[in-house]
Every structure is written in C-alpha cells, then in structure tokens.
C-alpha cells in the first residue's frame, strides 16, 4: 500500500530515516506491503524538493553522499527555494507529515504551527522536535484525537530505543508509580570519563566535544535544560500530569569535580545525572533533574558512555529498566521509522474496513 509522506526539516534525522527506507526497502514490501512515497522535503537552509510522483531515494542519498545536496537533484522535479513550508503542508497532498525542525524550548515554533497545520489538513504526524511535546502535548494530542489522528513522537525522549510504544502496547494494565533514568548522553559521557580516566570536567567536556557528543556551547546539555525537556514529556505524556518547565527542579552537573565522584565510588556509589517522576499518593506529579549518587547495584549505575536510560517502577511487575542509544543518524532515524510504520498500520487497516 502506498503511502505519501512529506518531511519538514531536513538535517541529519531526516537522513537516517531516508537511509532506512532505502535499505529496509524489500522487508517493507514483502513484510508489510509498505510502499513509501516520498513527495516533498522542504529546509529553511536547502529549500525545498518536491515531486508527487515521489522522489527518487536512492539517487537523492547517492548525490548526498557525493557532497551535493536537495538543488542537485534535478530529475522531473519542481524546486521551490523561496516556498514556505506551511504552503507546502496546504498544498502538497500526503498522508503523514515528518517534522524534524529545530528544538525551540522557549516557545516550540516553528514546529508546533506546522504539526497544527497538518492535523487541520487531516494528515498524520511523526515528530522528533522535542520542544512542541514539552510544551503543549495535550492541546496537540486533542487535536489529533478529534479529527482521529495520529501523533508518533517516540524519537523525543530515547532517541530510537523504545518508550511510547514500549509502554502503550507492553505495559497494561500496569500502574506506573516512577519514572527516573539517564536521559542525556553527553553528560553521561563527561562523568564516564571523569570517574574511569580520571579527567576533569573541562578535559572531559572537550573530549565529548571532539566526538560530537556536545556542542560549541553545550549549556543546553550540561545545565540539563535538554534532560529536562524530557522529563516534561515523560510526565505529561506517560504520568498524564500538566506541568510547565518551572515545575521541574534542574540542576546540571557543571558543579561536581572528580573529587566528588572519587568519594562516592569508595562508598560504592556513582554520579548520574538522574531525570526522575513521581505520582505521589494523592495524584501530584513531582519531577526533578539533577545529579545523584546511585548504588553500583542500581541497573542506571552501570549505563556508562553516550548510552540513555529508563527505569519503571511498576505495581505489577516492578522496576523494568530499558537502555539503549539516546542520540544517532540512524538510531533516531529508526524511531521516526517506528511510529510511521505504526501510522501506515492504521491506515491499511482503515482502508481494508
């Protein structure tokens, strides 16, 4: 069954998912009769390539590749370099549209306007952008749910390693009482190395930086603004609470010297900076981000490098720790991979009524 995708944003994300599809091409027919089209991708930066006969995957990536970029490719297509990308969700017509703008965390634009647009057009949408999630999941989930819709936002919290899905088709009838976890890979990283080579901050710091684990300016992470974007979603989503950013207690990991982790591990502990939920008794959602000394038999003790993490604790099966990569062209690429599979289930299962 074809289904016509258009895609919003096209940086590295966009590329893994494109990647996936040119791979995983025979197992989505022969498996799934998935038949993807994609008809339009548009970039603030790029412009903007369009072809509703679909375009050509393969040789897309394959000039990529060869150090071109969306104005080479130039085979039956219209470019539209100056094409606003809301013209673009008016105009084009699709089934699911993929938004992987910028992460804007202060007011969830330009992405939340888009997302908005699609729903009014009836189309699907997946999204990785954490900022519209963080900010105003329930208004967007609303939407989609009146005009029966779906929103896939698995790429916002662990990258490609399962959350939403995990929990919506494994989990019931469980009561999750907890959330807390590793929810940031550079940090992760700068404390490995600070506590099993001994660096300093500033020494491990450069180092995720060399990696392209952090950023030229990598408050975002450090001070735990990007773990906290997280921990937002995961009480709003998963806790079904209604919290803002303020709600959330944050504290980054800028203050901890390799002193402090030398201490701990003496006592048998180790630094991780923890993103933690709680409903309380009375049905409060309490949320925090900040640095803690765990166990080294807490299963979060032993995730070290870039490597995420999340433990549930449940009332029926206890605590169920899952971790995998939290960040990646490909891991990420695979979770907006995730939730178009589970969008096309939807559709084909529709059209066959």
Known sequence: MEIKIEIIGFGTVGMGFLEILNKKANILKEKYDFLPKIVAI?????????????????????????????????????????????????????????????????????????????????????????????????????????????????????????VFNLIEETFPPNSIKRIKGILNGTTNYILTKMETEGMSYESALKKAQELG?????????????????????????????????????????????????NEAAKSGYRYKLIGSVEKEENGKIKASVKPLKISFSDPLSGVSGATNALTFETDLLGSVTIQGPGAGKIETGFSIMIDVLRIFKKINKQERK
């Open 42 to 162: 548009t970039d603030k930066m790029k412009g903007s390539l369009i072809d509703e006969e679909g375009i050509d995957i393969q040789r897309l990536l394959k000039i990529i590749k060869e150090g071109g970029d969306l104005k080479d490719y130039n085979n039956g297509f219209f470019a539209f370099e100056e094409r606003n990308s809301l013209d673009i969700i008016e105009e084009i017509k699709s089934d699911i549209l993929i938004e992987m703008t910028y992460t804007n965390l202060n007011t969830g634009e330009p992405a939340t306007t888009h997302i908005k647009k699609a729903f009014e057009k009836g189309k699907h949408v997946v999204t990785s952008n954490k900022g519209p999630i963080a900010l105003y999941y329930k208004d967007l989930k609303k939407i989609a749910d009146e005009k029966n819709l779906l929103l896939g936002i698995e790429g916002t919290v662990l990258s490609g390693t399962p």
């Open 213 to 261: 684990y952090a950023e030229a300016d990598p408050t975002a992470d450090v001070e735990g603004f990007d773990a906290l974007a997280k921990v937002l979603i995961l009480s709003n989503v998963i806790m079904e609470g209604d919290l803002k950013k303020e709600d959330i207690t944050r504290e980054g990991i800028t203050r901890i010297s390799s002193d402090d982790i």
